[in-house]
């Protein structure tokens, strides 16, 4: 399938280094995250529908473009939470709708346990933000939501995928663009991404 893109900049793949060290510490994990999730997004959303508009400028009338459709950012509670400043720094008119889902520790299945979406959907667009794409399970739990919302345009940002998580999600929605920093090796016996880098929730939070 081609709905896969893991970053090719160079940035992105030096960010990613330090953010995998087990040496980084909670402050500077943040700030990467932060980081990441904005040069993520620039890559995510070069295919966003434009309307054409005029510009007065000090010297005339400028033909310009602005975004034609409204946007919804969409963290999983907890460790999404990291990427949504750097991506609203570049889509300020953003909507942020919080979707709260914590993966079982015995069946890595996820939980939903926090969800304040409208009756009817207010974006037309939904980027889904979470670090971490390991079974897959919370990233496709988290598009079902979604698209029972009604929204039909949907793109998961993140930093690593396993290829297990990866798979899931694109049988499970083969529309959704798959967009990430780097694809690892695999899954161990606890459902962590080998090599990774550990647990995003707890390393941005100091709870480990
Ligand atoms: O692809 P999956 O197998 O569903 O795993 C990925 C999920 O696991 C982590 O969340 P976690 O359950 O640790 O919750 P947290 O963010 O609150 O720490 C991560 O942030 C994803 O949401
Ligand atoms: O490796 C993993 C897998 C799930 N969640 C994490 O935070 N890290
Ligand atoms: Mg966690």
Not at 115 to 121: F, G, I, Q, S, T
Request: glycine share 8%.
């Amino acid at each position: 399938m081609t709905n896969i893109y893991p970053s090719p900049h160079p940035l992105v793949a030096h960010k990613l280094s330090i953010l995998r060290d087990v040496n980084t510490e909670p402050k500077k994990f943040r700030q990467l995250v932060r980081e990441l999730g904005a040069l993520l997004t620039y890559e995510a959303t070069t295919d966003l529908q434009m309307s054409p508009i005029d510009v007065q400028t000090p010297m005339g009338t400028a033909k310009c473009h602005e975004l034609a459709m409204k946007i919804g950012l969409i963290p999983i509670l907890r460790a999404g939470l990291g990427l949504v400043e750097g991506v609203w720094e570049l889509i300020p008119t953003a909507e942020v709708w919080h979707i709260g889902l914590y993966r079982d520790e015995k069946t890595l299945q996820p939980v939903e346990y926090y969800n304040k979406l409208p009756v009817e959907p207010t974006v037309s667009v939904c980027l889904v933000l979470d670090p971490m794409l390991a079974t897959g399970g919370s990233a496709v739990a988290t598009v079902d939501i979604l698209k029972r919302w009604g929204v039909k345009r949907i793109k998961f940002v993140g930093l690593i995928g396993a290829p297990e998580g990866i798979k899931a999600l694109q049988i499970a929605h083969p529309d959704v663009d798959i967009h990430l920093a780097a694809v690892d090796d695999h899954l161990n016996e606890k459902g962590y991404i080998v090599p990774g880098l550990g647990d995003a929730g707890d390393r941005q939070f100091g709870t480990a």
